[in-house]
Structure formats: C-alpha cells, structure tokens
C-alpha cells in the first residue's frame, strides 16, 4: 500500500494539500480547520508531514509546530504536535508510526527543548518519552456582585474588524500565568473560539484585553485573557458585568490577585509532555483551553 502513496512534508503553501488535509480532519474528528483561512491562514511554524495518494487524498497526517511556553517564569522553547489522523482504510499499517517518527525526529533536529500534545489514546505516545500532565481548575464561589452597566463587548468572529482587534491583541500578549501558559499562539485561540459555540470573547477597552469565556448554569469559566498587562480577579468581573455565583479558571491563576481550590480537570484529552521532568511543571496547573491543539 505504502508504495502507491507520496509522503509530503512543509506542504502548506500548496493550497490543494492544505485543503486535502482539511478533508482528512473533517471526516476523521468532524472539524473544519479551514476556518483559519478567516484569521490568515494555519500557523506559520507548522511542519506538517503527510501520505497522499495518486488523486491528491491526505490519507494520513502529523503535524509539529512551535509552541513557545512559559513555565515556572521561564520560556521555553517547545513543539506542539497536532492533526494526527489516519483514513480507516490505511490504518493497521504503520502509516502513523512513520509520521510520529518523522515528526519527532524534526522537533529533536529543530533543537525544541520539550514536546506537548493533546490526545484521547495516551499509549500511542508513551514509547517516544510523552508522560501525562494531570491538569487542574480553580475554583471559588464570589459573594461580591458585579455592576449591570459593565464596559465589555461581545467580540464577533464574523465581523473582520473584530478578527483584527483580536489578532492584534494576540500578537502583543503577556503570559496569562507565569506557572505555565503559552507564550503566543494566535491561531490556536482563534481556531478553538470559532470551533465551540459556547466559547464567549469580551473585549474589556479599560485594559485592551480579550477575554475568553463560558457560562456554565451560575458559574463562570475563565479561560484565557489576552492582554499587555493581566488585570486581576476583580477588575475583570467588573468590566465583564456578566451575573454569576461561582467562578472557575481554567489556567493558573498567579497574575490574577485570586485564588481558589483546585479540582482535577476531566476534559476529554489528556495532556502530555515529553523533555521535561515531572517536577518542572509546576502542579497543580492547567494549559489553558484555549491553547488546545
Ligand atoms: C490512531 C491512528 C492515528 C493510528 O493510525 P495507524 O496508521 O492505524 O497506526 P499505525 O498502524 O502506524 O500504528 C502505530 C502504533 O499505534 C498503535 N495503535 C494504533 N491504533 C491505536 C489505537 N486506536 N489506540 C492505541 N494504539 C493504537 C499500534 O499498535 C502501533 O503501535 P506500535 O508502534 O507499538 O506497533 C488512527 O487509528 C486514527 O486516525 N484514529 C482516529 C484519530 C485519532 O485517534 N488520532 C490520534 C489522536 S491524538
């Protein structure tokens, strides 16, 4: 089967085999990556490695990119893999095996001190050093009320000047929490926004700040805030302006002025790293959604 197909790495700028790959996530996990094409197009530091047969097909994909961290007050200079998916028809075969192998074989040559990714099958990646990141929410109920007539707006994703205020917020971010938070990375957050309808972002104007959000019955989870400087707990309720009894964030809460108890996060990937020691991730943590790859 292997001899029938083409193995093609760093093929973005062929717009048919980005389109190709688009086909494959969408019927593997149902999701349409081609929504990033509205926010500019996938991030810039992909190397994507892929089969393709004699039409054009992707039959089979893994993806590494730079995902610049900060953990514990320190940058690092780490890789993300994402986009791992194999048509059912060529699965069985070690198609995988041979990107997973490519993929990590570049993010060692690349010199990344550490690997991430997100997965649902944590024993595909064991035997290449991943180990999984527990990850935790903090939560606190608020006694204190917040004011009707708050300043935030909605931000519209549909609306292009809106897409260009968020993506020039991006650009120019502080660390969401020193403990452990990306650095950048634009076309995660706008990617991840677009993907989920209960996903909310606010403008706050006070502070030049998006803020990433749900509401979960009376509860409000926080799960980014892009800004220059992180406003704290309360300046950010303020300015939202949104009614609720409890809150619950979904990164370290460090530059937030607030803190609260920690509940294991059940999300339906697990986390993992590779490169790092356990004791350097700081615990309990979380990688904020909005992050997800
Ligand atoms: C998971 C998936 C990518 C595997 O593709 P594949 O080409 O069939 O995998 P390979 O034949 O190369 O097998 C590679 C290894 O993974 C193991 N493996 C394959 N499918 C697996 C699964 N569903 N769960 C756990 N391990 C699996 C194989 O046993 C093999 O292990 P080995 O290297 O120790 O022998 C494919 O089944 C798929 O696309 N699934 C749906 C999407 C998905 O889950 N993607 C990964 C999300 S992070």
Redesign the pocket.
Same mark, same amino acid.
């Given at each position: 089967m292997r001899e029938t197909l083409t193995l093609r790495e760093g093929y973005f700028e062929d717009p048919n085999a980005f389109r190709a790959l688009a086909d494959l996530l969408q019927d /593997? =996990?149902g999701i349409d990556i081609g929504l990033q094409s509205r926010f500019g197009g996938p991030d810039p530091s992909s190397m994507p490695f892929g089969y393709f047969d004699a039409t054009g097909r992707c039959v089979?994909n893994f993806s590494g990119f730079s995902m610049p961290l900060f953990i514990k007050g320190r940058a690092i200079v780490a890789a993300g893999f994402q986009s #791992?998916? /194999? %048509?059912p028809v =060529? !699965? #069985? !075969? #070690? %198609?995988? !095996? &041979?990107l997973?192998q490519r993929a990590f074989a570049w993010a060692d040559k690349q010199g990344f001190e550490a690997g991430l $990714? $997100?997965? &649902?099958?944590p024993? %595909?990646y064991h #035997?290449y050093g991943f180990r999984i990141v527990p990850q935790f929410s903090v939560c606190g109920d608020v006694t204190q009320t917040v004011p009707a007539d708050a300043e935030a707006r909605e931000i519209d994703l549909k609306n292009q000047d809106d897409v260009a205020l968020v993506l020039r917020i991006l650009a120019d971010r502080e660390p969401v929490s020193h403990q452990l938070s990306v650095v950048r990375q634009s076309e995660g957050f706008l990617l991840n926004a677009a993907l989920d309808p209960k996903i909310r972002l606010s403008y706050l104007p006070g502070f030049d700040a998006i803020l990433a959000w749900r509401l979960y019955g009376g509860t409000l989870q926080m799960l980014d805030i892009a800004a220059r400087q992180i406003p704290s707990m309360s300046e950010i309720r303020d300015a939202l302006g949104v009614a609720h009894d409890r809150i619950e964030v979904f990164f370290p809460t460090d530059r937030l002025e607030w803190s609260g108890d920690d509940r294991p996060y059940d999300g339906s990937?697990a986390l993992m790293v590779r490169g790092l020691q356990p004791s350097d991730i700081p615990a309990p943590s979380m990688l904020s959604p909005m992050a997800d790859f």
């Open positions: /593997v =996990f089979a #791992g998916a /194999v %048509l =060529f !699965r #069985g !075969r #070690g %198609l995988y !095996r &041979d997973m $990714l $997100l997965t &649902d099958k024993q %595909l #035997g990937c």
